[in-house]
């Protein structure tokens, strides 16, 4: 079974452009998961996503958006980039259904982007 | 704010030794796991202890949970140069939120 998939792995934007990150879930999960890594704030959970709703979303600002599609693939923009938004974004998968806890993620490899 | 706090911030060893990990974290959670991350790749999950249970075991991996200090450790025996990497625990709260809070990770380095 093919595992979660991250495209693009890295890219570099200039401060006030946009960036779109798009993320594979294994196949039959239908909740996918965003986080956001960098060395000072370490992981941070940006939302979740589960039948093309959004179910929870963390404390970022407004310009960090996502949705789901119905094949349960799902994207996260970016608007407006600034510097600190360089990061490693990780998407991951679950089994997870409405109502149950969370359990084991399944991390994809991640997308690397840089703001210059 | 992340609310697991991971002691100690690194830890080298060599290959053979043991490897102890300890996580603190400050809500009551329903579970917490443990991920491991190779230089910036990908996280994979490793173990999940439930808030009842008290110790689980996966192959050389040994996790212990304590509810009432709001605490866990990992052990990792008889530790291999390939184990070097980064360790995080993960809690998810007893709201069901569906998200896991991170700790800041131990670097674990395992000299051959």
């Known amino acids: 079974k093919a595992g979660v998939t991250q495209t693009p792995r890295y890219l570099i934007k200039t401060r006030g452009q946009q960036v779109t990150l798009s993320c594979s879930p294994i196949?039959?999960?239908?909740?996918v998961s965003w986080y956001q890594q960098t060395p000072g704030q370490g992981l941070q959970f940006l939302f979740e996503?589960?039948?093309?709703?959004?179910?929870n979303k963390g404390n970022f600002p407004g310009r960090f958006s996502g949705r789901q599609f119905s094949n349960s693939r799902s994207e996260m923009n970016v608007s407006t980039l600034e510097l600190g938004d360089s990061a490693l974004y990780l998407c991951a998968s679950s089994l997870r259904a409405s109502g149950q806890n969370t359990g084991e993620l399944f991390f994809g490899e991640g997308s690397r982007l840089t703001v210059l | 704010s992340q609310q697991g706090e991971e002691d100690p911030q690194a830890l080298s060893i060599q290959e053979g030794e043991n490897a102890t990990m300890n996580c603190s974290y400050k809500t009551s959670i329903n579970n917490l796991q443990w991920y491991r991350q190779n230089s910036g790749r990908g996280l994979v999950h490793l173990i999940l202890?439930?808030?009842?249970?008290r110790e689980k075991h996966s192959g050389r991996l040994r996790v212990t949970l304590d509810t009432s200090k709001k605490s866990s450790s990992l052990l990792i025996t008889a530790s291999r140069a390939a184990d070097t990497a980064s360790y995080f625990c993960a809690t998810v709260g007893s709201g069901n939120t569906g998200k896991l809070i991170f700790g800041q990770g131990t670097t674990l380095q395992v000299k051959p």
């Open positions: 196949s039959g999960h239908r909740s």
């Open positions: 996503y589960f039948s093309e709703t959004q179910r």
């Open positions: 202890i439930r808030s009842n249970e």
